[in-house]
């Protein structure tokens, strides 16, 4: 049924400057389907974060419409419990546990304990055997594993990640798209954004390719990558 397409953006716009005569994004439309990992790549200013922070209903679009499980996300509306988002910069209590951490911020969401999901969630995010140990010995690679682990609580049907690999060394980017591909399995929906192909090709089935504000891509990866045209793109960017 349509209602259950995790999302679908029609013509979607923001505009900054005095006489909102920039465009961070610009006519976009795309739309995700039931189990796929969407990879949002492009330069930086491609518009990717105002794109992601519009679908979670942070700021309002100045055009279009986005439809999440064909409900409409509009800001100060509640935001479903099927979606799930890591942005940058979670905070935890160093000296708690990563499980305490995670308990503490799902008590605060008043959702009921069992719909937590927190060792399958710590599971996904490979932090099994690390979720006693105090949060102030983990690694730059497990914390930003954690607010993953953190946005994956109550396993929502669709997770939005704004660039999670940002500031990760590559084995800490091959766990993280491991993650993502655990996440994924089973049906659910991920949304990625990155600057860089190579972070995300690997765990992406598909892609959408902003470049200023615009759409200038989007289908399966292998399609994609093998046009040539979206290296250019993202080389150009970095
Ligand atoms: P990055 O990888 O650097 O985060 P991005 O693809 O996420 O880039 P955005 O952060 O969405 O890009 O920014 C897109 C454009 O919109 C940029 O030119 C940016 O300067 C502009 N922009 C974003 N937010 C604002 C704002 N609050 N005020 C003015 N301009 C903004």
């Known amino acids: 049924a349509l209602a259950e397409v995790p999302l679908q953006i029609t013509s979607l716009s923001k505009r900054y400057g005095?006489?909102?005569?920039?465009?961070?994004?610009r006519d976009l439309s795309f739309r995700v389907e039931r189990g796929q990992v969407l990879g949002l790549l492009g330069p930086n200013g491609a518009g990717k974060t105002t794109t992601l922070r519009m679908l979670m209903g942070l700021i309002t679009p100045d055009g279009g419409e986005i439809r999440v499980f064909g409900h409409a996300i509009r800001p100060g509306a509640p935001v479903l419990s099927?979606?799930?988002?890591?942005?940058?910069g979670a905070g935890f209590l160093?000296?708690?546990?990563?499980?305490a951490n995670l308990d503490l911020y799902w008590q605060a969401t008043g959702r009921p304990a069992e719909d937590a999901h927190i060792?399958?969630?710590?599971?996904?995010?490979g932090l099994g055997d690390a979720l006693q140990r105090a949060v102030r010995t983990y690694s730059?690679?497990?914390?930003q594993r954690l607010a993953i682990a953190q946005a994956m609580l109550g396993m929502p049907d669709l997770l939005i990640l704004d660039e999670p690999t940002n500031g990760l060394d590559p084995p800490q980017i091959r766990e993280m798209r491991?993650?993502?591909i655990r996440y994924a399995a089973g049906g659910r929906t991920v949304i990625v954004s990155s600057h860089l192909l190579s972070e995300v090709e690997q765990s992406c089935t598909d892609l959408v390719v902003m470049?200023?504000?615009?759409l200038v891509q989007a289908g399966p990866v292998a399609e994609i990558i093998g046009s040539g045209d979206?290296?250019?793109?993202?080389?150009a960017g970095d």
């Open 230 to 235: 979206t290296l250019l793109v993202t080389v």
């Open 178 to 180: 491991d993650v993502m």
């Open 18 to 25: 005095k006489s909102g005569d920039r465009y961070a994004v």
């Open 119 to 125: 060792d399958e969630a710590l599971e996904i995010a």
């Open 140 to 143: 730059q690679g497990m914390r």
């Open 211 to 214: 470049d200023r504000g615009r």
């Open 82 to 88: 099927r979606v799930g988002a890591f942005v940058e």
């Open 94 to 99: 160093p000296h708690l546990s990563g499980r």
